[in-house]
């Protein structure tokens, strides 16, 4: 039986901390909460995943500045996963990570403090007040809860884009790529949260619902048409354009799923999205051909406490509907 999640009812005002590998659907999803303004957020924390780290920072801080963003700590994290160096997504979101779009570097200065510091000093300064969005491998949380065990119980929710459930990967067949970039992290973060009250366990966002969300080349051209050509309009055909390429050569068409974008609509408007009962979600570590995978005790047979909530149904064309207004209002906005 499934039932909607009781992260924060409808909608409310969200204080959110993300933690991104800034790529072209990260900034997508910076993109959609931007344009809201009952959604804060209080901090930016990047990671190595899409692109390196520097990169990440780089893209995150030119998004802002294109978006109009405020002010906002933005802190630099884990270069490496824990598990050692990996590969990156270049073939994906492009060889800045940020598509074909060219933004101006940005004169935004970074936190000076480490990623992890950011989340235990955000989190412990505002307890039960912020929601952590993390859509990018789970490095820098993982560190965080190392040092501080009791972070999980200080958040107000956590969303992640992360794992597959019941479905393929798009790394190896298996996984998913933030959390096959760094399993390790990922298991760190799951079992922290064991024994959590279930608003408080991360709402995961797999490959099983993101896929299902979809922007397609029509949806850029309907958005141009109705905008003109402004400087949003333009950075979301070019910051895509890769994205299409990338899933027509692999034969599912021109298209990008709006992974990152699905998680951040989550965290803002959890009705959009479908849940079953919190469950226990454990990450292969070992597997020749499985490392990175997620699975989740659904029957129950591990006699372990639930650490997490996984999404299971989406309202995707309720969510596309979401992603388009959002860069309407920040076409009219910023021009």
Avoid at 128 to 153: S, Y
Wanted: aromatic letters at 4%; one cysteine or more.
């Amino acid at each position: 039986m499934v039932r909607a999640h009781p992260l924060h009812g409808d909608r409310l005002m969200a204080r959110l901390l993300l933690d991104v590998d800034t790529g072209v659907d990260d900034a997508l999803a910076i993109a959609y909460l931007l344009a809201h303004d009952d959604a804060e957020i209080v901090g930016v924390c990047c990671t190595a995943g899409n692109v390196s780290v520097e990169r990440v920072v780089q893209n995150t801080l030119s998004v802002l500045d294109l978006l109009g963003a405020p002010a906002m700590p933005v802190a630099v994290g884990s270069a490496i996963p824990l598990g050692g160096p990996i590969g990156s997504a270049e073939d994906v979101h492009g060889e800045s990570g940020l598509g074909d779009a060219v933004l101006p570097a940005s004169s935004r200065e970074l936190d000076p403090r480490h990623a992890a510091r950011l989340w235990i000093d955000t989190v412990r300064a505002n307890p039960g007040q912020i929601t952590g969005l993390v859509t990018g491998p789970l490095t820098n949380l993982a560190l965080a809860v190392r040092l501080d065990p009791e972070l999980p119980a200080l958040l107000r929710g956590l969303v992640v884009m992360g794992g597959s459930f019941d479905h393929r990967g798009n790394v190896g067949g298996t996984a998913e790529w933030n959390i096959f970039v760094d399993p390790e992290a990922a298991k760190i973060v799951f079992d922290a949260f064991a024994g959590q009250k279930t608003e408080r366990l991360p709402v995961l966002c797999g490959l099983n619902v993101t896929e299902k969300v979809a922007l397609r080349p029509d949806h850029v051209a309907a958005l141009r048409e109705r905008c003109g050509d402004t400087a949003i309009t333009r950075f979301v055909a070019e910051v895509l354009a890769p994205y299409f390429s990338y899933y027509d050569r692999l034969g599912f068409g021109a298209q990008a799923p709006m992974h990152d974008p699905l998680a951040a609509v989550v965290a803002l408007e959890p009705a959009v999205a479908v849940t079953a009962p919190s469950t226990v979600v454990d990450v292969e570590l070992n597997g020749r051909l499985t490392r990175g995978m997620t699975v989740a005790d659904w029957e129950g047979e591990w006699s372990r406490v639930a650490n997490a909530v996984v999404v299971t149904e989406v309202d995707g064309d309720g969510v596309l509907d979401r992603l388009i207004e959002s860069f309407v209002r920040l076409s009219d906005r910023i021009g």
